[in-house]
């Protein structure tokens, strides 16, 4: 089992190798292109050490293996830079994302109106497998250890609750604590919303943004991910990441396609 540094290391002239652990099916997750990427823009000239936002464009998918990504300031201040990132797959670009690079720290919030999602403790949720009933690999889950709130997974029995949410622990597999990097995966969680609206079928997604609040605390993080609107095949679904010392630590929104089986 590799680490998400170990998976996400590029090359001093840009090369990657794309890590198949880090895929759901045979795609590549979004959260950990994003994390490559947002790498990337932390090897630019800025001198700022985390990224604090990220806002992804997928437009082609790439297959696991070699690869290059680029990294183009394009201001850099005392306390923000912004820095245009690219991912390519030989003459394809597959991901682009505009970087927001800053400075974390674990403070408490001045104030939050969003308080951690209740969930049971770990032991007593689901913990999601790699292979899902019907023999559907999710490679991910080898590299994550995620545990659904046992109310939320009804559509892995044919009983979807239809709330539009499903929320639960996630932890990294080889015991790293998470970072803002190692956070982007956590923030694009499987499985779909949409299967617990009923919706089979894939779900890839077109447009990511995220937001890291502070410096996470050691332990598991507890996402919820909730849906707001169907309309014409397009979804979106929205992301909070709460550390072991219920502050948030991470947000993010993303625009996804719904494509259901014929």
Known sequence: MGTFADATAIGADGSVTLDPQWAVGAKLHGGYLLGLLGRAALGSSSGLPHVTA?????LSAPEAGPARVTADPLRAGRTTAQIRTQLWQGSTLCTEAMVT???LDDADPWWSGLDPVDLPDEISCFRTPSQAPGGFHIP???VVEQHLHPEHIGFAFGSPARRGHIAGWQRLADGSDWDPLSL???LDPVPPVSLDLGIPGWVPTIQLTA?????PAPGPVRV??????ITGERMDET?????SKGRLVGQAIQYAAVRPPA
């Not at 937001?211 to 410096?215: D, E, F, G, I």
């Not at 919820?224 to 609107?229: E, F, K, P, Y």
Request: charged content about 20%; proline content about 0%.
């Open 184 to 186: 982007l995966v956590a």
């Open 239 to 243: 992301a909070h990441a709460w550390d």
């Open 54 to 58: 990220i806002s992804g464009t997928f």
């Open 140 to 142: 991910l889950m080898d």
């Open 101 to 103: 690079l800053g400075t």
């Open 224 to 229: 919820r991910l909730s849906a707001g609107d």
């Open 211 to 215: 937001y890291l609040r502070r410096l």
